[in-house]
């Protein structure tokens, strides 16, 4: 028996006592073909950007494009809280255990960047964190490169933010 669900999709409806080999049915072959092909079309889980663990950083750079929000996800698989950080930017995020976050970026700007990856523990060595000094702008990538677990750079391409902001 055939049922037409739209001009696309053609349901096939067979009898469940005709069976194709010893406890397999035609009813369950169609079930399990009909679940691939679903499954197929299922949307991914957002992917982070960044993946930061015991060792650091999963990668040495990253590029984010022009079409792209001015923002990394960056997620943690160590068991302690991380931090990645840009120091020329004065920005920064930190991620608990088994989390994601989102390091927020100016959305105006563009260029080459480092970036570190450390635990908190660390990065509150190198003189970050909630108990940073007020009159302090930012932490110095050369106190942070030896405490970080590993680093690398960060490549914003040219975009066109800011003249869509004024143009608005």
Same mark, same amino acid.
């Given at each position: 028996?055939?049922?037409?669900?739209? @001009?696309?999709?053609?349901?096939?409806?067979?009898?469940?006592?005709?069976?194709?080999? @010893?406890?397999?049915?035609?009813?369950?072959?169609?079930?399990?073909?009909?679940?691939?092909?679903?499954?197929?079309?299922a949307?991914?889980?957002?992917?982070?950007?960044?993946?930061?663990?015991?060792?650091?950083?999963?990668?040495?750079?990253?590029?984010?494009?022009?079409?792209?929000?001015?923002?990394?996800?960056?997620?943690?698989?160590?068991?302690?809280?991380?931090?990645?950080?840009?120091?020329?930017?004065?920005?920064?995020?930190?991620?608990?255990?088994?989390? @994601?976050?989102?390091l927020?970026?100016?959305?105006?700007?563009?260029?080459?960047?480092?970036f570190?990856?450390?635990?908190?523990?660390?990065?509150?060595?190198?003189?970050?964190?909630?108990?940073?000094?007020?009159?302090?702008?930012?932490?110095?990538?050369?106190?942070? @490169?030896?405490?970080?677990?590993?680093?690398?750079?960060?490549?914003?391409?040219?975009?066109?933010?800011?003249r869509?902001?004024?143009?608005?």
């Amino acid at each position: 028996m055939w049922q037409r669900v739209s @001009r696309s999709i053609l349901i096939v409806f067979e009898p469940a006592d005709l069976t194709i080999v @010893r406890g397999i049915t035609m009813r369950s072959i169609c079930l399990f073909i009909l679940f691939i092909l679903l499954s197929a079309c299922a949307s991914p889980g957002t992917q982070p950007d960044l993946v930061i663990g015991p060792q650091g950083c999963n990668k040495g750079s990253l590029t984010l494009a022009p079409n792209q929000q001015p923002q990394l996800v960056v997620e943690n698989t160590s068991g302690e809280p991380m931090v990645v950080s840009l120091p020329n930017w004065n920005n920064e995020v930190t991620v608990a255990p088994g989390t @994601r976050g989102i390091l927020n970026l100016e959305p105006y700007v563009w260029g080459e960047v480092d970036f570190y990856c450390m635990t908190e523990r660390n990065h509150t060595l190198a003189g970050g964190g909630p108990m940073q000094p007020g009159f302090v702008c930012g932490l110095d990538p050369y106190t942070v @490169r030896p405490l970080a677990l590993s680093n690398g750079i960060l490549r914003v391409e040219k975009n066109d933010r800011l003249r869509a902001a004024l143009d608005g």
